[in-house]
């Protein structure tokens, strides 16, 4: 069947981009769920109360994300590698593994108070939970670990015993940061401070630091391959990005260092580094289009171009200009733990990393398959469609996000008489509703989606080179 | 990118880039460190306010307030909570323990968590602790 594969044990990617994108429905369905509670506070109250929707929204993104990451590892680095998978059978293994303790961290979220989990987890033995995205109780966290070191084994032995590219030592270096990072959530003093100073090595040096190598990654071998451009200039490119993200991004971190209790000289690094932050999105962005524009071939499948390209523009909008915003300290000083924090999130994680595990699965589900290089026109119309409502509500649902913002913070923090948090909140309520709103629209555009696998059609031509 | 600029020199700014400024992230992670005791409110930790920290994690409070400006944006900051609440351990404690279990038709409300005595104190003198860190002035004002 999967005749389309250079190499058989890429198939492995395909239940590891299929729970990708169920998991990424619950996570949208909790969001509904959060953005309902928002308008009518006893929503479901106190069945899931909203600590317990937010918590299974921001888990199922990073688990999502988590497969979609390496299920684009088990497909590409063999590709690049020129060899199989070192050991396909525990990939699959790990999956199983992942999923079950994955499925069971919700059940248990929802199933039992949050302080019964806790007990009968033994946090008590090692005291991790808690505390925002690492919620898992603590033997979840263990798994997690487990899955990583075999998924790293894996990955590991088949970059270093192939062919060494750029994007595949590029990707494990970055999947290797990503697992170190996440080390850091076993520490958790009893001095809040030091625990929050460390708490972002996690989630700041992530997202703003090793996941950006991934993207990186991926998104290079998604160009190379729909472009056809010369691998030397997206290698060229790929070192740039990277570089340019890890110089403005580590000692960017400082920009969450402001008002935890740590040294003041935190706002003038924070500041000026993370202002430099944007710069490596940019350069995401015009590093897709320029090498779309400078294609030698006309790759069947639009739809991944689309989403390429998406990617770039996004992830620049959302983790670039939208970071950017709020990431000077005087401005942060009133943002700080306000709506404007919830827009930038919303964009910055579906714009960089939502985007590009879509992108990925876009360019590999049709050979995965066995269908062919690219979908049926039908399906890649849908596809993109879906794309086009998804991105679009999306950027609604942040400008929302934002209105309500800057309202909280004029009323809440900067006029003369500034009002309590709920008076503030009921005061900005019609952003919510329209919040919402896109938050339906949105969850429209990813049901269509999943549609587009399922539409058949005549296959389009073969690939051509470009006149 | 014209060809006077290599990837071998990409590579290397990369490379060089990314090893200096770890370097120097953690170079700053020990002067912080050896700063913070005069910031942190470090000598008034009794056991109390660890196992006030234990209660504040282990009932996911994050999952709707912020502490000091971090985690969910659906209740009030309670990193000044102290201060809001007229310096009163008591007013805290108050409000937690009066919360209907089913909840505030059509609005917003706190869980009831059915806390004992001493988690009740804790998280209390947990709360009075942060209020008592050094953190530049954050928030603004006493709404948070």
């Not at chain 1, 991105?391 to 003369?416: D, K, S």
């Not at chain 2, 944006?73 to 009066?98: C, D, H, M, T, W």
């Not at chain 2, 917003?108 to 804790?122: D, H, I, V």
Request: hydrophobic share 50%.
């Amino acid at each position: 069947m999967t005749t389309q594969l250079k190499y058989q044990s890429q198939a492995v990617a395909k239940p590891y981009f299929i729970a990708a994108i169920g998991l990424f429905v619950g996570q949208v369905l909790f969001g509904l769920i959060m953005g309902l509670q928002y308008v009518i506070g006893d929503f479901l109250f106190p069945e899931i109360p909203f600590n317990v929707a937010r918590m299974v929204h921001t888990n199922l993104l990073i688990v999502w994300l988590l497969f979609g990451f390496m299920g684009a590892a088990y497909y590409l680095v063999p590709e690049e590698a020129e060899r199989e998978l070192h050991s396909p059978k525990l990939a699959l293994a790990l999956f199983w593994i992942f999923l079950i303790a994955g499925a069971l961290t919700i059940v248990g979220y929802l199933a039992v108070p949050y302080a019964t989990l806790a007990k009968i987890t033994g946090n008590d033995i090692l005291p991790t939970m808690g505390r925002e995205f690492l919620e898992q109780p603590t033997i979840t966290k263990l798994g997690i670990v487990v899955v990583a070191l075999g998924f790293l084994y894996n990955i590991g032995l088949t970059v270093l015993s192939g062919r060494k590219t750029v994007i595949n030592v590029v990707l494990l270096t970055g999947l290797v940061g990503l697992a170190v990072m996440f080390l850091f959530s076993f520490y958790n003093p009893e001095n809040l401070v030091l625990d929050k100073y460390f708490w972002w090595w996690v989630v700041h040096l992530w997202v703003e630091g090793v996941w950006e190598l991934i993207l990186g990654a991926i998104l290079a071998y998604v160009l190379i391959k729909t472009t056809g451009v010369d691998r030397e200039v997206i290698d060229k490119w790929l070192y740039v990005i990277i570089a340019a993200a890890l110089i403005t991004g580590i000692i960017g971190t400082g920009h969450h260092y402001y008002w935890i209790g740590t040294p003041a000289y935190w706002q003038w690094l924070g500041s000026l580094f993370s202002a430099l932050e944007p710069i490596p999105f940019f350069m995401m962005t015009i590093f897709a289009f320029n090498m779309v524009f400078k294609r030698r071939k006309q790759h069947p499948n639009k739809a991944t171009v689309l989403w390429a390209m998406g990617t770039g523009v996004m992830a620049f909008l959302g983790a670039g200009v939208w970071g950017f915003m709020h990431t000077l300290a005087p401005v942060n000083y009133y943002t700080h733990g306000t709506q404007v924090t919830a827009a930038h999130g919303h964009m910055a994680f579906y714009g960089a990393y939502a985007m590009i595990v879509l992108t990925i699965i876009s360019y590999a589900m049709p050979k995965l398959r066995g269908i062919g290089t690219a979908m049926n026109n039908r399906a890649q119309v849908v596809e993109m469609w879906s794309f086009w409502l998804m991105t679009v509500a999306m950027v609604f649902i942040t400008l929302f996000l934002t209105a309500a913002g800057v309202l909280q913070v004029w009323l809440q923090r900067y006029q003369p008489n500034p009002l309590p948090f709920m008076a503030v909140q009921d005061q900005v309520a019609i952003f919510y509703w329209c919040r919402e709103l896109s938050g339906v629209i949105f969850t429209l555009g990813l049901l269509l989606y999943i549609v587009s696998f399922f539409i058949k059609g005549e296959q389009p031509q073969a690939e051509q080179v470009a006149s | 990118m014209p060809d006077i600029f290599t990837k071998t020199m990409a590579r290397n700014i990369y490379l060089g880039g990314s090893v200096f400024f770890v370097l120097a992230f953690i170079a700053l992670t020990f002067d912080t460190t050896a700063r913070l005791p005069k910031r942190d409110n470090r000598e008034n930790i009794t056991e109390q306010v660890a196992l006030g920290k234990q209660v504040w994690e282990e009932n996911n409070c994050i999952g709707c307030h912020t502490l000091l400006g971090e985690g969910a944006y659906f209740a009030p900051e309670l990193g000044n909570v102290y201060q809001r609440f007229g310096k009163s351990k008591e007013a805290i404690k108050g409000f937690i323990k009066s919360r209907p279990v089913d909840g505030i038709p059509g609005r917003r409300s706190m869980p009831q968590f059915n806390l004992t005595e001493e988690e009740l104190e804790a998280i209390a003198e947990f709360l009075k602790w942060t209020s008592e860190v050094n953190t530049e002035n954050w928030p603004p004002n006493i709404n948070g």
